[in-house]
């Protein structure tokens, strides 16, 4: 079944770094396009971040978070990642990533507190 595991959340201050990564297994990771999607508490899904599955791994950010995060994969490791710079408060969220028909996995925590 298909597995999706992130990692790599964790407390940081306003204008830090962090780097996300999923772990992905049950499916063929590299015929599936990846997103990055977050919750913060008493919002909605946001949709963070999409990674097409094509050689040319086309990339589509949010408004907020273009300039800052990228994403990425490594297919060969059937892995996604995050990576988040410059963050400031309104990025805490939890982060999941997601697969292109919709699963995603537990999550990992991001807090971006002083």
């Known amino acids: 079944q298909v597995q999706l595991v992130e990692s790599g959340g964790g407390l940081v201050q306003p204008g830090g770094s962090l780097k996300l990564s999923c772990a992905a297994s049950?499916?063929?990771?590299?015929?599936?396009?990846m997103s990055w999607v977050r919750q913060a508490p008493g919002k909605g899904l946001e949709l963070v971040a999409t990674?097409?599955?094509?050689?040319?791994?086309?990339?589509v950010y949010a408004d907020s978070v273009k300039g800052r995060f990228t994403i990425s994969r490594d297919n060969a490791k059937n892995t996604l990642y995050l990576q988040m710079n410059s963050l400031n408060a309104e990025d805490s969220a939890v982060y999941y990533c997601?697969?292109?028909?919709?699963?995603r996995g537990q999550g990992t925590q991001v807090t971006v507190s002083s």
């Open positions: 990674i097409s599955s094509s050689g040319d791994r086309t990339t």
């Open positions: 997601r697969k292109a028909s919709g699963e």
């Open positions: 049950g499916f063929a990771f590299s015929s599936y396009s």
